[in-house]
């Protein structure tokens, strides 16, 4: 049973009960059935007898934590981070990759199948690593008076506290070398008091550090962090205003996908798990099936993760997107590129769309990879372009099967699924799917 909401709570009981998960949910929590009742059960795996204490009893479900694992599952992991159950970061690292895949899929396909009718077979996961995948971390920065240090970490699990980390085996291991350097140096920070928060990224060229701090800096700070950047060939950036950036040292940073350069802001969205973007973006060029006369459509494009790679392949790409410093970006990245076949458009596609530019153009195919909030505006007026084929890139599957039902009542069909694992150890679902004209 797949859970993708998060109730509120009553008062907890505390009964303990001896049971038996049948399957994972997408938070990595068993679910069992008790006298018609379905558990949730944190801590516990499918097929695993545990002792477990129920905290939240509702009419037709109970919440609980296992306590004592009475007979382990052969895919219960031990998790390899010190933090884990404290952190909020992760929750599935005691499970299997297996495991994570084959529930995340499983929840994925009874979603479609509930709201659509469908039971769509799936591809295999598109998946690169489990650990030392994201390159990007936000991390808080909390001042303790009583105890005069600088705390830098996760917030915990349902609270605003945050987990001091000294590890995260996440993190790509650039990143993660830096955590125990970075916080000695923030400490001995002048302004250490009042900073808000570290922001680390791994560049291809390099890391970069954006600090968040709430006072100006003082000469000799600065002159600390240059320090530090020298030592450990990392760029920083400053941003003494929640919407200014100043680069203290460095160079601009990019990453590659497909043999291309993109650039980009140190503030601008990319996807956070290098590996499974190459792979997504070269599944999407498959499912695609591009020719050399093409004319396609890539829909909130940001500054061009799949655009360019479509440019190179196809007559003409229309990249449209709302935010307009990525619009600038992707256009400054189709000309680093040397690709001029390609046009970025700034809309915002979560109104009427109807009257937009591109509304009334021709295409022969589209991609569109929203956010959160989906494609709902977008929908009907992709189905009037009448295109061949259409990938949606998805970061969540309620949205993705609320917009397939317009695709599936306007005469396509669904041809391919694959979950996305951009997110492994967590309970993130991320997939795509190849929708052909019927």
Excluded at 342 to 354: K, P, Y
Aim: with cysteine; glycine share 6%; aromatic share 6%.
């Amino acid at each position: 049973m797949a859970q993708f909401y998060s109730p509120g709570r009553r008062k907890a009981t505390q009964q303990t009960i001896n049971i038996i998960p049948h399957e994972l949910d997408t938070q990595g929590q068993g679910v069992a059935r008790d006298n018609g009742k379905t558990i949730f059960i944190s801590g516990a795996l499918p097929q695993e007898q545990v002792e477990a204490q129920i905290y939240e009893n509702k009419r037709n479900y109970s919440k609980a934590k296992a306590i004592r694992i009475l007979s382990p599952s052969p895919q219960r992991m031990t998790p390899p981070c010190s933090h884990y159950g404290i952190c909020g970061g992760c929750n599935q690292q005691h499970v299997s990759t297996d495991l994570q895949h084959s529930s995340k899929s499983k929840a994925l396909s009874q979603l479609f199948k509930r709201e659509t009718g469908l039971e769509p077979a799936q591809g295999a996961v598109i998946f690169s690593q489990g650990y030392h995948y994201r390159r990007r971390a936000r991390l808080g920065l909390q001042y303790q008076p009583k105890q005069q240090r600088l705390q830098m970490g996760f917030r915990q699990r349902a609270s605003n506290d945050l987990v001091e980390m000294t590890e995260c085996p996440i993190l790509v291991s650039e990143l993660e070398q830096l955590l125990v350097p970075l916080k000695d140096c923030l400490s001995a920070l002048s302004v250490v008091k009042k900073l808000g928060h570290a922001e680390l990224v791994m560049a291809d060229n390099g890391p970069l550090l954006v600090l968040r701090h709430l006072v100006p800096l003082a000469e000799n700070d600065r002159q600390h962090l240059l320090q530090f950047a020298e030592r450990h060939q990392i760029a920083i950036y400053l941003a003494g205003e929640s919407d200014s950036l100043e680069r203290l040292i460095g160079e601009d940073p990019y990453y590659q996908v497909d043999d291309l350069t993109l650039g980009f802001n140190p503030r601008d969205f990319i996807q956070v798990n290098a590996g499974v973007n190459q792979l997504m973006v070269e599944q999407a060029l498959a499912w695609l099936e591009l020719q050399p006369t093409d004319r396609v459509l890539d829909l909130f494009c940001g500054m061009g993760n799949f655009t360019l790679s479509i440019a190179k392949r196809a007559l003409r790409v229309t990249g449209v997107e709302g935010v307009e410093a990525l619009v600038s970006r992707g256009q400054q990245n189709a000309r680093i590129n040397g690709l001029s076949n390609v046009e970025f458009l700034h809309h915002n596609l979560e109104l009427d769309v109807s009257q937009q530019s591109w509304a009334r153009e021709g295409f022969d195919k589209v991609l569109l990879d929203p956010a959160r909030a989906g494609a709902a505006e977008a929908m009907a007026q992709i189905v009037s372009l009448n295109p061949e084929r259409i990938v949606y890139v998805s970061c969540n599957p309620v949205t993705l099967v609320e917009d397939s039902k317009v695709l599936l009542s306007g005469g396509y069909q669904l041809n391919q699924l694959r979950m996305l694992d951009m997110f492994p150890q967590t309970g993130h679902i991320e997939s795509m799917a190849l929708f052909i004209k019927k």
